[in-house]
């Protein structure tokens, strides 16, 4: 599916080939791709460092690594929701739409 303005976009000075929807040949990431992402990047040395600060606040190691993990949750719900609601339905990474204004359609008419 070609879209309708693609030649304007491509023309574009805000277009680059790092912006650019992947192509349906690139796309190899999977369910299990995005959940060892989240949990490599949730174990991290600021979790830690949160995990000991609230230990060293008076929580209990259980108490720590519950808190942790349920902010680690708390913060996967709108990932998830951005994910599969944006790059899903676009193939357009979420740092490129983040950065996306409606002013910027414009340019590309």
Known sequence: MQHEHAEAIRDSPLSNGDLAPTTPGR???GTYHL??????LSIVITTY???SGLIAAGMTWWQGLLTVSLG???VLVPILL???GISAVTYVA???AARTEPSTAAVAE
Do not use: K
């Not at 959940?35 to 490599?40: D, E, I, N, Q, T």
């Open 27 to 29: 796309r190899t990431w």
């Open 35 to 40: 959940a060892a992402l989240w949990v490599g």
């Open 49 to 51: 460092t949160l995990a």
């Open 72 to 74: 680690n949750l708390i």
């Open 82 to 84: 951005m994910a599969f």
């Open 94 to 96: 979420l740092s490129a």
